[in-house]
């Protein structure tokens, strides 16, 4: 049987609670309720952890609109960068403490997650993952100089997309990074979700960036375009010539 690594609560509880950005499993009940009644599971609310990422995700969300609000690209990126940043340092060692927890409890390192499947890695709980990857795909909000409802507007379309895409039927090299297992594969999935809607948003945000003059934001949006669809066919090609040899 194996026996995972002891990790002491005094490191692991503080890289959990950096690792959960505010997650469903930490929030108080008559909340994390109402969270759930919202997003349409009604038995969910009484599972530790569960609706991690999707909770995750939409405080991400609202910290964007907030920013988006304000007018400020340059905090977006500062908070993109020290959430990954906090997210690689910590989940390794949050994700440590669950199965080490999990294992004194139950006699196995494996959690069934709300869903019922067996996980050792990538737990509901963490959701530091989705953090930065949400605001990364809102970046090109900030180069549409338009009404404040729309840049509103499209923040929420860039949410759903990304709780679409980052669902159970993942694409191109955000599926193959979510089958791998280590600290790195919990973050960089997410990451190329984020590319990905960053790649559907910026088909509109390149005509604009264009017609009104923005060469910059539209290179930027071009390149964004780019490294989308190459993360979405990357694998199929690779796959193809392994096939043709």
Same mark, same amino acid.
């Given at each position: 049987?194996?026996?995972?690594?002891?990790?002491?609560?005094?490191?692991?509880?503080?890289?959990?609670?950096?690792?959960?950005?505010?997650?469903?499993?930490?929030?108080?009940?008559?909340?994390?309720?109402?969270?759930?009644?919202?997003?349409?599971?009604?038995?969910?609310?009484?599972?530790?952890?569960?609706?991690?990422?999707?909770?995750?995700?939409?405080?991400a969300q609202f910290v964007a609109w907030g920013l988006v609000i304000w007018g400020s690209l340059f905090w977006l990126l500062i908070i993109t960068a020290i959430s990954?940043?906090?997210?690689?340092?910590?989940?390794?060692?949050?994700?440590?403490?669950?199965?080490?927890?999990?294992?004194?409890?139950?006699?196995?390192?494996?959690?069934?997650?709300?869903?019922?499947?067996?996980?050792?890695?990538?737990?509901?709980?963490?959701?530091?993952?989705?953090?930065?990857?949400?605001?990364?795909?809102?970046?090109?909000?900030?180069?549409?100089?338009?009404?404040?409802?729309?840049? @509103?507007?499209?923040?929420?379309?860039?949410?759903?997309?990304?709780?679409?895409?980052?669902?159970?039927?993942?694409?191109?090299?955000?599926?193959?990074?979510?089958?791998?297992?280590?600290?790195?594969?919990?973050?960089?999935?997410?990451?190329?979700?984020? @590319?990905?809607?960053?790649?559907?948003?910026?088909?509109?945000?390149? @005509?604009?960036?264009?017609?009104?003059?923005?060469?910059?934001?539209?290179?930027?949006?071009?390149?964004?375009? @780019?490294?989308?669809?190459?993360?979405?066919?990357?694998?199929?090609?690779?796959?193809?010539?392994?096939?043709?040899?």
């Open positions: 049987m194996e026996v995972p690594k002891k990790i002491s609560a005094w490191m692991g509880i503080p890289c959990l609670a950096v690792s959960s950005v505010m997650s469903v499993g930490f929030w108080p009940p008559h909340l994390r309720y109402w969270f759930f009644i919202l997003i349409g599971r009604r038995e969910d609310e009484k599972k530790f952890g569960s609706g991690g990422g999707t909770a995750g995700s939409v405080v990954a940043g906090l997210g690689h340092l910590c989940i390794g060692k949050a994700e440590a403490y669950l199965r080490y927890r999990t294992w004194k409890r139950t006699g196995h390192t494996y959690r069934l997650n709300h869903k019922g499947e067996k996980v050792t890695h990538d737990f509901n709980e963490t959701c530091d993952d989705e953090f930065p990857s949400v605001l990364f795909a809102n970046m090109q909000i900030f180069f549409i100089d338009g009404p404040l409802w729309v840049k @509103l507007l499209a923040g929420l379309f860039v949410l759903i997309a990304f709780r679409i895409l980052d669902g159970k039927r993942k694409l191109g090299l955000a599926k193959w990074a979510d089958g791998k297992t280590g600290v790195w594969a919990c973050m960089v999935d997410d990451y190329f979700v984020a @590319l990905q809607v960053s790649c559907i948003i910026s088909i509109p945000t390149m @005509l604009w960036c264009t017609v009104n003059g923005r060469p910059v934001f539209a290179l930027v949006s071009t390149l964004m375009y @780019l490294f989308g669809i190459a993360s979405f066919i990357l694998p199929m090609i690779v796959r193809e010539l392994h096939r043709t040899r």
